[in-house]
T-cell receptor
C-alpha cells in the first residue's frame, strides 16, 4: 500500500512568491496534518484537517492556509514568502479524529526561499 | 504551555553500547508520549508510544517508560547497531487541539 505522498519534493522560490504543497494520505485515513521543520529543530504544527474541516491551527500567520479535498488529499498554501519560510514541510495522515494518535509522515517538501 | 526537552546531540556510541536519550516534558492533563525516528533520507516514523503513566512502550529493542512523577520518557536500548543511526524525536499529544509537540531531536551516530 502507498504511504503518504507529498509533492513536490524540492522547490526553490523567491521572496514574495506563493507556493502550493500537496499531500495524499494513506488510503482510508481521513485526517491530514501539516508541520514545518526548520533545520535542527523539531516539527512545528501548522494545521490539522479532518473530514475536510479545519480542526486545529498552530501559531502561524495568515499567509499560511490549507484545505482538504473530498478524496482527503490536502494542499498547503503559503503567500508572500519570506526567507524564514525555508524549511521542510511535512504532511502526516492518521485515522484518528480526536487526540493525536499515531501519525504517518511523508518524506516532506523542502522549500528554499531566496 | 506544553513543551518537550531532549538531550542535545549528536550522541556518538560504539556498536553494542547501551543507549539512553533523555526526554522530559511539561504538560497539563495526561498527554500521550511518543518517540519518532527519522532515518537518513526517510520520513519520520513512529518508534514507540505510551498513553498513560507507568506504561512502557517498546519496539525494535527500544524501550521507554512514561514516568509521571519525573515527567520523563527516556529512550533506552541495550545494544545499539550501526543501523540505529538516525535522528530521534520525543513528542507529546494532548490538550484541546489536535497536534503533537516535539523536542528538537537528538542525532545518534553509531560507529562500528
Amino acid at each position: 500500500d502507498a504511504g503518504v505522498t507529498q509533492s513536490p519534493t524540492h522547490l526553490i522560490k523567491t521572496r514574495g512568491q506563493h507556493v502550493t504543497l500537496r499531500c495524499s494520505p494513506i488510503s482510508g485515513h481521513k485526517s491530514v496534518s501539516w508541520y514545518q521543520q526548520v533545520l535542527g529543530q523539531g516539527p512545528q504544527f501548522i494545521f490539522q484537517y479532518y473530514e475536510k474541516e479545519e480542526r486545529g491551527r498552530g501559531n502561524f500567520p495568515d499567509r499560511f492556509s490549507a484545505r482538504q479535498f473530498p478524496n482527503y488529499s490536502s494542499e498547503l498554501n503559503v503567500n508572500a514568502l519570506l526567507l524564514g519560510d525555508s524549511a521542510l514541510y511535512l504532511c502526516a495522515s492518521s485515522s484518528a479524529q480526536g487526540r493525536a494518535g499515531e501519525l504517518f509522515f511523508g518524506e516532506g517538501s523542502r522549500l528554499t526561499v531566496l | 504551555g506544553n513543551s518537550v526537552t531532549q538531550m542535545e546531540g549528536p550522541v556518538t556510541l560504539s556498536e553494542e553500547a547501551f543507549l539512553t536519550i533523555n526526554c522530559t516534558y511539561t504538560a497539563t492533563g495526561y498527554p500521550s508520549l511518543f518517540w519518532y525516528v527519522q532515518y537518513p533520507g526517510e520520513g519520520l516514523q513512529l518508534l514507540l508510544k505510551a498513553t498513560k503513566a507507568d506504561d512502557k512502550g517498546s519496539n525494535k529493542g527500544f524501550e521507554a517508560t512514561y514516568r509521571k512523577e519525573t515527567t520523563s520518557f527516556h529512550l533506552e536500548k541495550g545494544s545499539v547497531q550501526v543501523s540505529d543511526s538516525a535522528v530521534y524525536f520525543c513528542a507529546l499529544s494532548g490538550g484541546s487541539n489536535y497536534q503533537l509537540i516535539w523536542g528538537a531531536g537528538t542525532k545518534l551516530i553509531i560507529k562500528p
